[in-house]
């Protein structure tokens, strides 16, 4: 059977994952599983009931845990904990290997602080992890830890599903750009985009866009490549009513008096 089909069939019981204290990877991984296959019932224990017929992770030494002596690894040597095993066979199947490969790096974060409880990677702290953490009832509560687990969950997914959404709409975006015309360096377009990594892969170093102040802006594609004109600051072009004192950004009234800007810095 394949193992997505596999994987629904056994959600269909219910899932089953550690009881006590709850972290970011079984609240992550009952959250992507409730967000692909629908509402399902969630048991926390200690134990593996014998004969239990849902999906089990992060506890019983199956397929979906992650405290056997054989860990799995990514390339770069974080080790797998449940959110991402399950992630792996999930989420290129239901929503492309595109989208996988943009959220693995969220994914791979949620599972190095399970592993290690390492408070910081790279220099930036594991924050989801973090707040997720902090749903756990205080020491001195009298709340139930099942029903703080569920509302962390609600939590996890609106997180998943806002950090899917963008990247459906980026991947879009990608589709887009490719069409948009380009003249002299610089991206035209005629609605706003995501578009500075699609600028920086493809030396283009600004964009002119319809801005949200009304008229268009002109936007650099980074300030420590190139520059607005500083003499812009002193010397406005027709129909410039804004400039950043950064220089990375300006506003115009029309899209045809940006463009004429933009030209006489080329």
């Not at 989801?128 to 902090?134: A, E, G, P, V």
Request: glycine residues 6%; negative net charge; contains cysteine.
């Amino acid at each position: 059977m394949d193992k997505v089909l596999e994987i629904q069939e056994k959600v269909k019981h219910g899932v089953l994952t550690h009881s006590g204290n709850f972290h970011a990877d079984d609240v992550f991984s009952t959250a992507i599983l409730e967000l692909v296959f629908g509402k399902i019932k969630v048991t926390r224990h200690f134990e593996v009931p014998e004969g239990y017929p849902g999906l089990v992770f992060d506890i019983g030494r199956g397929e979906f845990d992650h405290h056997q002596e054989e860990k799995e690894y990514y390339e770069d040597g974080i080790p797998y904990a449940s959110f991402g095993k399950l992630c792996k066979v999930i989420i290129p199947h239901h929503y492309g290997n595109e989208v996988y490969k943009e959220l693995l790096p969220f994914i791979k974060d949620v599972d190095e602080h399970d592993n290690t409880g390492k408070i910081q990677r790279y220099g930036e702290a594991h924050q989801i992890s973090i707040l997720i953490s902090d749903f756990n009832p205080n020491w001195n509560s009298k709340k139930d830890r099942d029903e703080a687990f569920l509302e962390a969950k609600e939590f996890a997914k609106k997180i998943l599903v806002n950090k899917i959404d963008k990247i459906l709409g980026e991947l879009e975006a990608q589709k887009l750009l490719e069409q948009t015309p380009v003249e002299n360096g610089c991206l035209i377009l005629e609605q706003f985009l995501p578009w500075k990594d699609y600028a920086k892969n493809n030396n283009i170093r600004a964009a002119i866009y319809p801005s949200m102040r009304g008229g268009y802006s002109i936007m650099v594609t980074d300030s420590d490549v190139w520059k607005l004109p500083e003499e812009w600051m002193t010397n406005k072009p027709e129909g410039m009513n804004f400039i950043h004192t950064g220089l990375f950004i300006s506003q115009f009234d029309t899209k045809e008096n940006a463009l004429e800007a933009y030209k006489s810095t080329v």
